[in-house]
């Protein structure tokens, strides 16, 4: 059951409800915050992967394997001596 301030609360809501115009509705401070927040965890999130970027080791040790058939396959174009 509604009281008489409840009612007269949710008269002046509908009275403001009316007076906008529904063809120009802005994102108003909620979607300011959520907008800041989004932006904030993208930073933190690219600071985060910079650190981890940082950590890995790019430099290749030269592989035994690859020297090896190369003075293979030079080894064999070379005329055996009879």
Do not use: C
């Not at 301030?5 to 509908?14: E, W």
């Not at 529904?22 to 401070?29: A, C, E, H, L, Q």
């Not at 650190?51 to 035994?64: I, L």
């Amino acid at each position: 059951m509604m009281s008489a301030t409840s009612t007269l609360a949710l008269t002046h809501f509908v009275t403001l409800a009316d007076s906008f115009d529904k063809d120009k509705v802005t994102p108003g401070v909620l979607g300011f915050i959520v907008f800041a927040v989004m932006g904030g965890a993208t930073w933190l999130l690219l600071k985060s992967m910079n650190r981890q970027m940082r950590k890995v080791d790019f430099q290749e040790s030269p592989e035994d394997g690859g020297a090896g058939t190369a003075k293979a396959a030079a080894a064999a174009s070379e005329p055996k001596a009879t």
